[in-house]
């Protein structure tokens, strides 16, 4: 198993950065899809992000792409995520997650779309991006 805890997250004007970080322990030795997802009041939990640990391949959704970075530090065994040009609509709780096994990270996009293949999460942090 892999336990996952966040930090960062908080307020920020539209247009500012703001930046997450999602610490594992646990079975860090194996591979695994780390994915970040956000959730907005009265809206189902998307992903916007994921890499895949085997190859560090990333991917991210056009809503995302171009203003935020997925990254991951192995010798610290964290995962960032790092938000720029930040939209009043980026506002959600943010939550990572992981994905546990072996895959094709051609598949990356697909995989962030099943929810229910992610069993590890974190606590979730809020993030609020005022006009």
């Known amino acids: 198993q892999v336990q996952l805890m966040q930090s960062g997250g908080g307020s920020v004007q539209a247009g500012g950065s703001l930046r997450l970080s999602c610490a594992a322990s646990?079975?860090?030795?194996?591979?695994?899809?780390m994915g970040w997802f956000r959730q907005a009041p009265g809206k189902e939990r998307e992903g916007v992000t994921a890499?895949?640990?085997?190859?560090?391949?990333?991917y991210y959704e056009d809503s995302v792409r171009g203003r935020f970075t997925i990254s991951q530090d192995n010798a610290k065994n964290t995962l960032y995520l790092q938000m720029n040009s930040l939209k009043p609509e980026d506002t959600a709780m943010y939550y990572c997650a992981a994905a546990k096994g072996t895959f094709n990270s051609e598949t990356l996009g697909w995989k962030l779309r099943d929810v229910q293949l992610f069993t590890y999460w974190g606590q979730g942090t809020q993030v609020i991006v005022s006009s």
């Open positions: 646990g079975d860090t030795s194996s591979t695994y899809i």
């Open positions: 890499i895949y640990t085997g190859d560090s391949v990333t």
